[in-house]
């Protein structure tokens, strides 16, 4: 069965995010993930703050697609 794998990267929305859209329309199971990146060289490691609202958007986001029977897998690389 193939299913329609959806990275998330600074897009956190639910209601009108393009690729959960694109992904949802494909008529496929829907899997959806999010890679914190903290090892490749040049990223800037995030502030307190930015830590902050990134924890909570992603537990938004994983809050919202459990209404509809879909999980956020998180990833650190």
Do not use: K
């Amino acid at each position: 069965m193939s299913v329609s794998l959806v990275w998330l990267r600074n897009d956190l929305r639910l209601c009108d995010n393009p690729a959960l859209v694109s992904a949802v329309q494909a008529g496929r199971p829907m899997v959806p993930v999010y890679l914190l990146d903290e090892e490749t060289p040049g990223i800037r490691p995030r502030g307190a703050a930015a830590r902050w609202w990134l924890h909570h958007s992603l537990r938004s986001l994983e809050d919202a697609l459990r209404a509809f029977d879909s999980r956020l897998i998180l990833r650190r690389g």
